[in-house]
């Protein structure tokens, strides 16, 4: 599922693909992922705009045009991809804008579970994104606090939930709070000041890297890397990691953690810093 490193990996595309360059043509090869907006409109109001500016917000991708905006959402299968106009569309190619002379942009989604809206200005741009909360990558750390206090649920759902925190999906907040050595079903508004505060050090630690890679890489070092091992170890201290449903998703976490503590975070650098000598010595 896209998450914000994705998403900031499709603004990449949709800015070296389309910004200052023309929308020529837009061909709508599937209906069902527009919403609010018909094919015809969506063509009569794209067509011979130039993208100006490629922005995210959380999941959100918005690729400005001085008039209308597109947003696009791309669920849980969506792709945006840069591609030749003359290469064969792949089957769940739903709309392809061809830019510029030679470029097109694709977007694809199996699912279908999202899709794109035209916001015809800034307003409603901002009514779009409205029941969005703050950016997670852009966020400080005293909003990301005063978000956590004022939620009464367990933190895992919280941080997930885009009203509340914009971007993070299931691995990030798993991964996150692994990194910080709490507990996924641990009442957001019950966490110390300390706890806040490394919580929110570690998902901009996690972030760096992740929007970097341009997804949540499964690096061994990860509780990314091994969640999906039939039969999962914590890399950061070997035991058994434990699975469950939070929120409607997998969740997987370290049952260690409360053990550790605020030792966590400096037990994670430790593995990492061991696995990187590690691979350069071979």
């Known amino acids: 599922m896209p998450e914000l490193p994705d998403v900031e990996g499709f603004r990449n595309v949709l800015q070296s693909c389309a910004k200052g360059r023309t929308i020529r043509r837009v061909d709508v090869r599937d209906p069902g992922v527009l919403h609010g907006v018909s094919a015809r409109r969506l063509r009569d109001s794209l067509e011979g705009r130039r993208v100006t500016r490629a922005e995210r917000h959380g999941k959100w991708l918005l690729a400005r045009t001085g008039g209308p905006t597109l947003a696009l959402h791309f669920g849980m299968t969506g792709l945006l991809l840069c591609a030749d106009p003359d ?35 800034d307003f409603d741009v901002v009514r779009l994104l409205r029941d ?33 925190l914009a971007g993070l999906g299931n691995l990030l907040a798993d991964e996150i709070l692994w990194r910080a050595g709490l507990r996924p079903n641990t009442p957001a508004n019950v966490l110390a000041e300390p706890e806040r505060r490394r919580l929110y050090t570690e998902m901009r630690r996690t972030l760096r890297p992740a929007v970097a890679a341009c997804r949540v890489p499964p690096r061994p070092t990860w509780l990314t890397g091994h969640r999906d091992d039939p ?33 966590a975070a400096d037990d994670f650098e430790t593995t990492a810093r061991r696995a990187r000598a590690g691979s350069g010595s071979r």
Request: net charge positive; hydrophobic share 30%; aromatic share 2%.
């Open 132 to 164: 969005q909360g703050p950016d997670a990558l852009t966020v400080d750390r005293e909003e990301f606090e005063d978000v956590l206090a004022s939620h009464r649920g367990r933190v895992k759902s919280v941080l997930i939930d885009q009203s509340a």
């Open 231 to 263: 039969d999962p170890h914590c890399p950061r201290c070997g035991t058994h990691l434990r699975r469950t449903r939070m929120a409607g998703r997998t969740t997987v976490w370290c049952p260690g953690a409360r053990r550790r503590g605020v030792r």
């Open 87 to 121: 290469d064969a569309a792949e089957p769940h190619d739903r709309v392809l804008l061809t830019v510029g002379r030679d470029h097109q942009l694709r977007y694809r989604d199996q699912r279908k579970l999202q899709g794109l809206r035209l916001a015809d200005d």
